[in-house]
């Protein structure tokens, strides 16, 4: 059930998640995703057959921390008022989004425990609220093409963003080859979600 539950609070997550760098370039001055109609929450509109479906299930089969993406909301840097400073609210935005999703679900469970009394609304709070916070830790990483990379962008100079740009661009398979070495050989960043994990269910179920 819990698998379940986590598959049902993944698809809102990430599109959340992403229409959220869509509504903070708005509010900045570019309305690239308003005009190509992709600030919505209908999830048709952003769901990506292998990043927020088939990815997620076949790291989950192969034992991977499981996590996705949607289909990224478009946003034209050039178009902001300031694209420097403003570039990195657009980029944590979406982390910023998935704490507090995490937060609700945290809400939840605390609801289900104390007033509910219900299984099956704890083991979906603790879902949403532990799917989120993986998503918010994962884009946080200032790896590129991570929203937390946006941290390493700010301060680079003007002439070197194109190059970095072009990489950032063809980087994700390199993070997803980091992300399986890292669970078969160097444990690192799977042994701190780990820990961050049980800190989460250990203050919800000891609350």
Known sequence: ??????????????????????WVANYFGDPTAKEQHRLTLNPLRHIDLFGTILMPGLLVLSGLPAFGYAKPVPVSLGRLRRPRQQ???VALAGPAVNVVLSFIGYEIG???????????????????GLVNLVLA???????????????IERFLPTRSLPRYYQFRARALPF??????????????GTNFLNDLETWWLNHLLGS
Request: proline fraction near 5%.
């Open 110 to 128: 605390e609801y289900a425990i104390h007033v509910a009394h219900s299984s099956e609304l704890l083991t979906f709070g603790v879902a949403f």
């Open 175 to 188: 993070f997803f080859l980091f992300i399986i070495v890292d669970f078969s050989f160097l444990h690192v």
């Open 87 to 89: 570039a990195l609210w």
């Open 1 to 22: 059930m819990f698998l379940w539950f986590y598959f049902i609070s993944l698809v809102p997550s990430v599109v959340v998640h992403e229409v959220s760098h869509g």
């Open 137 to 151: 830790v994962f884009n946080l990483l200032p790896i590129p093409p991570l929203d937390g990379s946006a941290m």
